[in-house]
């Protein structure tokens, strides 16, 4: 009936976060190393470990201004060298 409209491809992604570009890039990571290579048996630990540093130290950035760091604290990942 013309309510619903079809998807243009080129547009931008509807997301406001400002992690949503690092998000996509760690997903995408995770889960070619997923299907490639943990599924065949080959576990390195390392893969993708600079995506998610990204992805994570943007959380953080972002969390504070919205006083949401804490969850991140509770489950010790914004420090997870340091101990209460």
Not at 22 to 28: I, K, P, Q
Not at 46 to 74: I, P
């Amino acid at each position: 009936m013309g309510l619903l409209k079809k998807k243009d491809s080129t547009s931008a992604p509807s997301s406001t976060s400002p992690c949503t570009d690092l998000r996509n890039a760690y997903h995408n990571c995770f889960n070619k190393w997923y299907s490639e290579k943990f599924v065949k048996g080959y576990c390195d630990k390392e893969e993708c470990v600079a995506e998610w540093n990204k992805y994570r130290h943007c959380l953080s950035e972002n969390l504070d201004g919205k006083f949401l760091a804490r969850m991140l604290e509770a489950d010790g990942e914004l420090n997870p060298t340091e101990q209460s």
